[in-house]
């Protein structure tokens, strides 16, 4: 990534005097006070609005700080819920001389931002309106947040978005703790040291916002060379209730001062000018020859600005912020990162389904880019799978990908390429079926966010748009189908809005319009199941959770979590959708956030439907409209969501860990070989075969059988089930073993994930309080060699194989972690 390095002013000192915002951390404004109470009394009232965590901040004596956290859908909302939008915000309290206690802010990040049209303030015509030059676009880095900012006047505090320091019961170093090694660095390099920073931060009152991109700790989509691995400063704010930053040529005199990476950015002078500019560069997802995810655009609100926010997609709406105040927006480019996330998907599937192309869905191979990189990859696993070894682990990612673009770039490439391209077009003309109108078919589960894509995809292109949930009666499958009927009268495209993931429904589908001239065409909107059903179960329920009431029927049950059954009962149910059940498919992704699903889909509908391609603006407001959708109607469900499990609530059989894993993506290369006797090929061929291998597995903690003595480890499971965000746990699988009747899989480790939150260390709580004899016998049942074999068997075949018992085989697996969470099961 190139930098931009102005060569004048290298000091803060150096700086015109007025560009400079400084405020006195001698004494605590009122504001800042009062804010933090406004915090303190609304997460007491609503603790899923706002929660905060307390860390132990590094100085003598101990200093604690409060990070605070908001939900991250309330940001949305007019008016704001929230008595700052600040995302990131870190507290101190102080007692004074009288033992009152004052709330300081010792770190604050960005107020939450918006891309364009996302929100009714960020318009075109909105921003040309309310907001004044100049805009400086900076580019948006991509790597991890850090904060840096005075605990004392002589200490600095290092933190992540939400939190710093080590992370409890892990060996592995936070976020907080890489982006404090860095600053170390660079401040050596810069000849300064901690104390320097930490005496301009407190007596300016700021906060120094970085972006960590160091590839060798943790990839994401773009490389960063070793020049510009480290933490790019972009920018400084005040420690303040309101949103104050610095403007660049204060950030950057300060970064050249302190050692940190300058952060490229360029001015302009209109709003008209950042739209221009803005499109131009999106049609080659380039600036300066590199690829870029987007701009963060700097501006302030207008002084005179007197509008009122409105609802989206009604003209000019001013931002929730006070006339004068700073201001951010962003523009982000979709291409190339779609791209670049479908081939590390792909190449996650190949490494462990196989590598042949027939293992990688239809729907990802649209681009002859893809389909080459898909061949050129196989060739490179089957050469030597060695160099792909932590690819699972997030490394190496960014590596393959450059080595392939560079292969792209050889003659042999481009050869490869043009004959994929000329492949498509011949197969375009030869498959090019003259079709009337479009049902769009969504085959998923609840909580991958079908609905929100829908109203989106409705609102921009004028689709028709119907609801399973809305009917209600003994025929409602059949009424369904007959609206999808009556809106194709007076609509091009349909959107059948139903879960669909059952064969029966799609083919319900055809058979209605299968006499229909000229034909309908049916395109599915498919959430593929090719991730560890576990992983969707946890994303799905997660946002069930987060929705809140705002759906017809399955409404979150934050207790028993029984609407997490549900999801599991269309889990095992589903049927994967065949290439001749539909005409065209959309191949969607259950992990993508809103806004990377709808530009998915978009492209799609844009590609195959033939619709105009809509503008950034059109697609962020879109997107406020899908965040803002609420159902038609409702129906009151049963205590718990009994209605939607078909019986009463009922209390779990037993508690256990659901891994993320794929039983037979993973032992299928360490089973299927010659490393392993003929007995342990037979068994595995023969749980394969009678399909016997757990599609859910678990890891048991306690069962109801063991009470009342587990009745502690019962009541610590139970806890850590109802939390409002339950942490996810890491863990070792070590073994694999059998015998003539039973394989399972043993289990060491265990951890909080270091990729997740863990507020108040509940996780770490957990983990210390597990019994140490429970430890030892932690296993996952592959499977039994048929139902007479009863799979409670499993855990003595794990206590036989640590005894050396000769019966029992086994192999080792090679470093291979999971993660899931704590469950209360009923089956």
């Not at 300060?254 to 950042?274: K, Q």
């Amino acid at each position: 990534m190139a930098s931009s390095r102005p060569t004048s002013p290298t000091k803060i000192d150096d700086l015109d005097p007025s560009l400079v915002t400084a405020f006195s951390n001698l004494s605590i404004p009122d504001s800042d006070h009062e804010l933090v109470d406004s915090l303190i009394r609304k997460s007491k009232n609503s603790p899923k609005l706002i929660r905060s965590s307390m860390y132990q901040a590094p100085a003598e004596p101990a200093i604690q700080i409060k990070s605070w956290k908001m939900n991250e859908f309330k940001y949305y909302d007019v008016p704001s819920p929230f008595p700052t939008l600040a995302r990131g915000l870190f507290t101190q309290d102080i007692k004074t001389g009288d033992g009152e206690v004052k709330h300081r802010i010792v770190a604050r990040g960005y107020d939450k931002f918006f891309n364009i049209g996302e929100v009714p303030w960020t318009t075109w015509a909105s921003l040309e309106a309310e907001t004044t030059s100049p805009y400086i676009l900076t580019l948006k880095s991509n790597g991890c947040i850090i904060f840096i900012a005075a605990l004392t006047p002589t200490k600095l505090v290092v933190t992540s978005k939400h939190s710093l320091g080590a992370i409890k019961g892990q060996d592995s170093e936070s976020h907080a703790q890489v982006g404090e090694r860095w600053l170390r660095k660079h401040l050596a390099d810069a000849g300064k040291t901690e104390e320097d920073l930490a005496k301009v931060l407190w007596e300016k009152k700021w906060t120094a916002v970085a972006e960590l991109c160091d590839d060798s700790f943790e990839e994401h989509v773009l490389p960063y060379s070793s020049d510009q691995t480290g933490l790019h400063l972009h920018g400084i704010n005040a420690c303040s209730k309101d949103f104050i930053t610095m403007l660049p040529p204060v950030v950057d005199a300060f970064a050249r001062e302190y050692g940190f990476i300058v952060t490229p950015s360029t001015s302009l002078a209109t709003i008209p000018e950042v739209k221009a500019f803005t499109e131009e560069i999106g049609r080659t997802g380039k600036w300066r020859g590199q690829a870029l995810e987007g701009f963060v655009v700097r501006t302030h609100v207008s002084s005179n600005t007197e509008h009122l926010p409105t609802k989206p997609g009604k003209g000019s709406a001013a931002s929730p912020y006070k006339p004068g105040s700073s201001f951010f927006f962003k523009v982000k480019f979709d291409e190339p990162y779609m791209m670049y996330r479908d081939w590390r998907e792909v190449t996650k599937r190949l490494l462990t389904q196989g590598a042949k192309m027939s293992n990688v869905a239809k729907g990802k191979l649209r681009r002859p880019e893809t389909r080459e990189y898909v061949r050129w990859v196989i060739g490179e696993i089957n050469r030597d799978k060695s160099q792909f070894k932590d690819f699972a682990k997030g490394k190496g990612i960014i590596a393959t990908r450059e080595r392939f673009l560079k292969w792209s770039q050889s003659e042999e490439g481009k050869k490869a390429i043009a004959q994929e391209e000329s492949v498509e077009q011949e197969e375009k003309k030869q498959e090019d079926k003259k079709f009337g109108k479009t049902v769009i078919v969504p085959v998923a589960v609840p909580g991958v966010g079908k609905t929100t894509i829908a109203v989106a995809l409705a609102h921009l292109f004028g689709f028709g748009h119907t609801q399973s949930d809305d009917v209600s009666g003994k025929k409602a499958a059949v009424t369904f189908v007959n609206n999808v009927a009556k809106l194709l009268q007076t609509h091009d495209v349909v959107i059948a809005d139903r879960n669909s993931h059952l064969r029966q429904h799609r083919s319900a589908l055809r058979e209605k319009f299968k006499d229909y001239y000229p034909p309908v065409r049916l395109l599915a909107m498919n959430w593929s199941f090719d991730l560890p059903l576990s992983t969707i179960h946890r994303i799905c329920g997660d946002r069930i959770t987060a929705r809140g009431e705002n759906h017809q029927t399955l409404v979150a049950d934050p207790k028993r979590k029984s609407h997490e059954e549900v999801i599991w009962m269309f889990l095992q149910g589903a049927e994967e959708l065949l290439e001749d059940e539909v005409d065209e498919s959309i191949e969607m992704d259950v992990e993508e956030s809103l806004e990377d699903a709808l530009a998915r889909a978009v492209d799609a509908c844009v590609r195959i439907l033939g619709v105009r391609k809509p503008s950034v603006e059109e697609i962020g407001e879109a997107l406020a409209v899908a965040r803002g959708y609420k159902p038609s109607t409702t129906k009151k469900i049963d205590a718990e969501g009994a209605k939607e499990t078909g019986k009463k609530p009922k209390p779990p059989r037993y508690y256990a860990l659901l891994p993320e894993v794929d039983l037979e993506g993973l032992l299928d290369k360490y089973m299927l070989n010659d490393e392993v006797s003929a007995a342990g090929k037979d068994l595995y061929r023969r749980l394969l075969d009678g399909k016997r291998v757990a599609a859910r597995p678990h890891i048991t903690l306690v069962h109801e059988k063991g009470l009342p003595g587990d009745q502690a480890l019962w009541d610590r499971c139970q806890d850590i089930v109802a939390l409002a965000n339950p942490p996810v746990f890491a863990f070792k699988l070590g073994d694999v073993v059998w015998n003539n009747r039973v394989m399972a899989l043993t289990v060491t480790n265990i951890s909080v994930n270091k990729d997740d939150q863990d507020p108040d260390a509940k996780g770490v709580e957990f983990v210390t309080e597990l019994p140490e004899a429970l430890k030892g016998k932690l296993h996952i049942t592959v499977g039994t060699r048929d139902k007479d074999v009863n799979p409670f068997e499993a855990r003595q075949l794990v206590l036989d194989w640590q005894d050396g018992d000769p019966a029992v085989e086994g192999r080792g697996l090679d470093d291979v972690w999971v993660k899931g969470r704590v469950k209360g099961l009923f089956s």
